[in-house]
């Protein structure tokens, strides 16, 4: 028995008007992770033809969760079939050609699939494990798309391969949304003030209470000379306000310089300095 599916979450673009075509495939094992790729970028339309082995517990097991797009999968004999009803078909291929065929990189194929699945089916095919597609079966193909990979090591497993194009198709879709500049699954979040950060920037008062804080500190434990300052300070501001603190942070800093102060304070009082021992200088190797 295999795992129960989650519902498909995607346009119908996706789940009806692209089809995924997968020819003689060897391992069964490919098939079940061909349909996780696809579920995972919103797909849902896979057409297999002549598989060596399916269905079967292994493209079950592979699926992991996306069993219900092995359960809708078209099997038929022929690519021609396959084929039949589709307005555009793109075939992948990693070999040049004697007879040049129109060739595009995935993120331009992914618009012009867009395009014409307002029209019709769209076929992106998928050769065999050990060998793709035919010339024949290329010359079936409107265009050809080519996943640009280390040319020393281009060999793409298929269902990696698969992966590439549904992503560049989430990922098309996504940014042709309405509302596609409100969404959060485009935004990056690399500071405070980005949307999805817990904690408020810190003010700059704030910042600056902490700077002087740093710089008390610095002078309390003997490493920061006020008459001799160098460029210590003028780093150390470069460097934390590089950082974009948050409001939580500058507090955890000043609370840590206070526990400082204070361990350095009691230390002064109860614990005599050990022979030979000195406290680091700022002029000990720092600027």
């Given at each position: 028995m295999h795992k129960p599916s989650p519902p498909l979450e995607g346009p119908d673009m996706f789940q009806d008007q692209i089809r995924i075509v997968l020819v003689e495939t060897s391992h069964s094992g490919n098939i079940g992770a061909v349909a996780r790729a696809m579920k995972n970028m919103g797909l849902g339309n896979l057409w297999l033809v002549n598989p060596n082995s399916f269905p079967d517990e292994a493209s079950y097991a592979r699926a992991a969760g996306a069993s219900d797009i092995l359960d809708r999968a078209q099997v038929v004999g022929t690519l021609g079939e396959a084929l039949g009803d589709c307005v555009l078909v793109m075939g992948t291929s990693a070999r040049d050609r004697k007879i040049p065929w129109p060739v595009m990189p995935p993120s331009e194929a992914v618009a012009v699939a867009s395009d014409h699945s307002r029209e019709g089916a769209v076929a992106l095919v998928f050769g065999r494990e050990n060998h793709g597609l035919s010339n024949d079966e290329l010359h079936r193909c409107h265009y050809h798309i080519h996943i640009p990979s280390n040319p020393d090591y281009s060999s793409l497993n298929l269902a990696m391969a698969v992966q590439v194009m549904c992503y560049e198709l989430r990922m098309f879709y996504?940014?042709?949304?309405?509302?596609?500049?409100?969404?959060?699954?485009?935004?990056?979040?690399?500071?405070?003030?980005?949307?999805?950060?817990?904690?408020?920037?810190?003010?700059?008062?704030?910042?600056?209470?902490?700077?002087?804080?740093?710089?008390?500190?610095?002078?309390?434990?003997?490493?920061?000379?006020?008459?001799?300052?160098?460029?210590?300070?003028?780093?150390?501001?470069?460097?934390?306000?590089?950082?974009?603190?948050?409001?939580?942070?500058?507090?955890?800093?000043?609370?840590?310089?206070?526990?400082?102060?204070?361990a350095a304070g009691a230390q002064e009082s109860t614990k005599p300095t050990e022979a030979g021992a000195e406290p680091a200088r700022q002029e000990d190797g720092h600027v």
């Open positions: 996504l940014r042709n949304l309405e509302d596609s500049d409100g969404r959060p699954d485009l935004r990056s979040m690399k500071a405070p003030g980005d949307a999805g950060w817990d904690v408020p920037p810190a003010k700059v008062a704030d910042v600056e209470g902490f700077f002087g804080h740093l710089e008390q500190t610095l002078h309390d434990v003997s490493f920061h000379r006020r008459d001799n300052p160098r460029q210590l300070m003028s780093r150390l501001r470069r460097l934390f306000q590089r950082a974009q603190l948050d409001q939580m942070e500058i507090n955890i800093l000043r609370g840590i310089l206070s526990a400082v102060q204070k």
